[in-house]
């Protein structure tokens, strides 16, 4: 008879591992040059198993880490001769890995002489190496012309120590050589955190407890999460969704799709992302890892649990891809230089919003997305020093999907984010590159109505303090903004545009690509709004007076889409109940 482990010991070593994951992710927070590192936090650390399970990922954003172990698993079927000292290096899209733009460090722990487990830190660059200045290039037709420098899991260290091979190729086709290297030694360190970290639990603890621990950890996560599928009713859900028109995807975009069976007998759900279009002649195209990660994430947001995001919950969870699919397992050469981002965004949207089918209670609306300028990737010149810069800046947020019980929250970046990254400072940002933000504010009744409100919009207008600034962008939602549900209003949709300072005139931009932004030109981004949860009717009359002193609603759509009446700047109770009745047809 297999002896229990002890639970008081679990949850002490399933603490200990999530602080030695939190404590590699403060290291590279710290220590990182690149601002979307170490302002926005566009980076994500874990802790694998010897056999590629993902055990711990603490604050990990889900499309960095929920399909990590294939990672491991590359490190693995390409190294015979991996030992204490190595580190690899992994941005291989069609391995186990996201996108080119995010580089992983994996480093091997061995324990008393055998490998037990693997640390991963994964960071979004500055710069690949694209053909152009931007991480994120929509456009590209194939691998080739988006023009990454591609590593599948290549040995970057041995004995400790860098193959200075590997070190001078990233330098030599990086635009920011000595930002990327001090990035690189970044993830080098946190991953090295977890090794140290993890030699020492052994010492504490024994191998012995640790492997035990493993098992033990995994089968309880599995036993929550099968106890929460039980609960539910047996469905099947359906979802769609369209991604704007983008270069490659025709005039109508990309209408994608997924079905959901839900079967509480068997404990198990499983999503079916197969019946999608095959890949496209764009960068749109999702990896294994990150189709994986965005049906995970949308899932576990749709299940009210909160549930452990390790490998024995996945194991209930089934996700069904096809090779070749847009949204699936990508074919060599089809780029996926924006597979952690649009389609991936929508697959999220689609899982947790079907989950609202199932009854008042499940699910969230659909949450914004979109590259918009105030999200680009800028480069140029900076006159100031005359050093070349990229770096892509998250100065706007967008608005977050409302959930059954709380509005969306208007610095959610984007759904396969999970609300994880984060804004970038104003004024750092200003120090750093040279540009002015002229203002950020959050603009009123741009998040979907409801009795729980999606999360705002944010309006960004900068200009540049050179000659130009160079922005990379996609705006997405122009024509399919974010949906709300149960009865709840969709987001309001993105914008942008330039004007001159002297004129005031203003001019349209290109909805994706490229624009030099020139001295004595603003540019104006807008981005989307939040879906709404639920009746706006059934929104709390005291939280729309709230709102509307806050200037989040306006005193139009208090009447208009909630039914609130309010008059010398108080709630007339009364009244309110009048026409909300009314309005419901409630006699």
Not at 132 to 159: K, S
Not at 295 to 309: K, M
Not at 392 to 399: D, E, M, T
Request: aromatic residues 6%; negative net charge; hydrophobic residues 35%.
């Amino acid at each position: 008879m297999t002896r229990q482990f002890d639970p008081v010991k679990l949850s002490v070593l399933a603490n200990a591992f999530d602080g030695i994951v939190r404590e590699m992710t403060n290291g590279l927070l710290r220590s990182a040059r690149s601002s979307v590192i170490n302002t926005a936090r566009d980076f994500s650390c874990a802790v694998l198993t010897a056999d590629n399970q993902l055990l711990a990922a603490a604050e990990g954003v889900p499309v960095h880490v929920f399909g990590a172990g294939p990672l491991g698993e590359d490190m693995i079927e390409l190294h015979d001769d991996i030992r204490e000292g190595d580190a690899f290096l992994h941005n291989d899209p069609y391995r186990g890995n996201s996108h080119a733009a995010d580089h992983c460090i994996l480093v091997p722990i061995f324990v008393e002489g055998r490998h037990l487990f693997t640390a991963v830190t994964k960071a979004h660059q500055a710069d690949c190496g694209n053909s152009l200045p931007t991480t994120f290039f929509a456009t590209a037709r194939d691998v080739y012309e988006e023009g990454a420098l591609i590593f599948p899991c290549v040995r970057v260290q041995r004995d400790y120590m860098d193959i200075d091979d590997i070190v001078r190729m990233c330098r030599a086709r990086i635009r920011v050589p000595d930002q990327w290297y001090g990035d690189y030694l970044a993830s080098v360190g946190a991953s090295r955190i977890a090794e140290r970290r993890i030699k020492e639990l052994s010492e504490k603890f024994g191998v012995d407890d640790l492997l035990a621990f493993v098992d033990a950890w995994f089968d309880y996560s599995e036993r929550i999460t099968a106890s929460a599928i039980e609960t539910m009713p047996e469905s099947t859900l359906h979802g769609k969704s369209a991604h704007d028109p983008f270069p490659g995807t025709g005039p109508d975009g990309v209408e994608l799709q997924a079905t959901i069976h839900i079967k509480p007998s068997d404990g198990r759900i499983s999503i079916d992302l197969r019946d999608n279009p095959d890949n496209l002649p764009n960068g749109l195209n999702l990896t294994r890892a990150t189709a994986t990660g965005a049906a995970l994430a949308g899932v576990l947001s749709g299940i009210p649990e909160t549930l452990p995001s390790n490998a024995g919950t996945f194991r209930r969870i089934e996700v069904l891809l096809r090779e070749g699919c847009a949204v699936g397992i990508p074919q060599h050469p089809f780029s996926c230089s924006s597979g952690t981002t649009n389609l991936a965004d929508r697959i999220v949207n689609i899982a947790q919003a079907a989950f609202s089918q199932i009854e008042d209670g499940y699910g969230t609306a659909e949450g914004a997305a979109g590259q918009a300028p105030a999200k680009s990737v800028i480069s140029g010149t900076d006159e100031r020093n005359g050093n070349a810069y990229v770096n892509q800046i998250l100065v706007g947020g967008v608005g977050g999907p409302a959930t059954p019980y709380v509005d969306g929250w208007p610095t959610y970046q984007r759904p396969v984010c999970g609300a994880l990254l984060y804004h970038d400072s104003v004024e750092v940002d200003e120090q750093r590159y040279p540009i002015l933000i002229h203002e950020r504010t959050l603009i009123a009744d741009s998040g979907g109505a409801g009795r729980q409100r999606g999360g705002l919009a944010t309006r960004v207008s900068m200009e540049p303090r050179a000659d130009a600034v160079t922005l990379t962008y996609g705006i997405e939602g122009k024509l399919n903004p974010p949906k709300g549900v149960r009865g709840g209003g969709g987001g309001a949709e993105p914008d942008a545009w330039v004007e001159d300072l002297t004129t005031g005139e203003r001019r349209a931009i290109p909805v994706v690509g490229r624009y030099d932004l020139k001295r004595g030109e603003k540019v104006v981004s807008i981005t989307p709004g939040g879906g709404g949860y639920g009746n706006p009717l059934e929104r709390d009359a005291e939280a729309v007076l709230d709102d509307l002193r806050e200037n989040r609603v306006s005193a139009e759509a208090a009447l208009s889409e909630y039914g609130v009446v309010i008059t010398d700047g108080a709630l007339d109770a009364d009244a309110t109940t009048s026409l909300r009745r009314e309005r419901l047809g409630v006699h």
